[in-house]
């Protein structure tokens, strides 16, 4: 089921939230919504949920209008919003039981989507806690899994991945991955690594407007962000090749990366690799690692949205 939005417009006052954007998102594809705090990331995906009129343009969701049809389109959409709303006070299966009943779910399928959602979304030795009892991450397992549990054909997601540990994150981008094989899925984040790792496309917004729409490869090569080569060194003084690096001609600025390599922005990729092959031979280290990455999505937003 696809999404098609045109001329979207929603308007505070004098400020526009979001301003005149137009997009298509294609069956089994998971889009990652990205944009800095105020951009209008959430008021999109609650106009596309029918919680908010537009004040102009339409959104329609496998050829329906959410506007002339709100109830109709909503069957077909799971929504987990930024602030996950949950009952402290209910039993996570009686939670997940009653939005199912909420969601009109055919009460015979009802005990085996529960059993379906509690396995997916890891809530098995959980399930017959109270909410208000579960961490933070289980919480927002029980978000996702109620936004799942009517196996909607469109998946919106805001901030999924809020609140869970590195483990819980991997697992959860494994499922939005999985279920983004047969849902249209609308994915925000402002985990960038994340984005890339479980996104087919890309979208960016800041101030309301669309700034740029593709793969992460394609909105790398549009960027003005400078290239990366990355590097390992082994065998050297501590210190020596951070020190060495900075001092080669066209290497603007190294960092050390997480796992230890270096990271050398550079004006032009280009001439570098060579110059750090040569300083390696001169200086009798072993190069373990050289490769150009291209601009880290970080660049690439930064590039985008501050302005």
């Not at 600025?253 to 001439?271: C, F, R, S, W, Y």
């Amino acid at each position: 089921m696809d999404i098609r939005i045109e001329g979207l417009t929603k308007r505070y006052g004098q400020q526009a939230a979001v301003d005149d954007i137009s997009l298509q998102v294609r069956p089994g594809e998971v889009l990652g919504f990205l944009g800095p705090n105020g951009a209008g990331k959430t008021t999109t995906m609650k106009m596309v949920c029918g919680l908010l009129a537009p004040d102009a343009g339409r959104i329609l969701v496998g050829g329906r209008s959410v506007l002339a049809e709100p109830q109709a389109v909503r069957r077909h959409i799971g929504y987990l919003p930024e602030h996950n709303p949950l009952y402290p006070d209910m039993p996570v299966l009686d939670h997940l039981r009653f939005a199912a009943r909420l969601q009109g779910l055919d009460p015979g399928r009802i005990r085996e989507r529960l059993a379906e959602m509690v396995r997916v979304c890891g809530l098995d030795a959980e399930k017959h806690k109270r909410v208000g009892e579960l961490s933070k991450g289980y919480r927002q397992r029980v978000g996702l899994a109620q936004a799942m549990v009517h196996d909607p054909e469109v998946l919106i997601l805001d901030e999924p991945t809020t609140g869970l540990d590195p483990n819980q994150i991997v697992e959860i981008r494994e499922l939005i991955k999985q279920v983004g094989r047969a849902k249209t899925v609308i994915f925000s984040t402002h985990i960038l690594p994340e984005v890339e790792a479980t996104c087919d496309r890309i979208l960016i917004i800041n101030k309301g407007r669309i700034v740029a729409d593709g793969t992460a490869q394609e909105l790398r090569r549009r960027s003005q962000g400078k290239p990366l080569v990355r590097v390992r060194i082994e065998d050297a003084p501590e210190g020596a090749p951070a020190e060495a690096l900075r001092a080669l001609p066209g290497v603007d600025h190294v960092e050390l990366a997480g796992d230890g390599a270096l990271l050398l922005q550079t004006a032009d990729a280009g001439p570098v690799p060579g110059q750090v092959f040569r300083l390696c031979v001169d200086r009798g280290w072993t190069l373990t690692e050289l490769h150009s990455p291209g601009s880290r999505l970080e660049d690439v937003f930064r590039d985008l949205t501050l302005n």
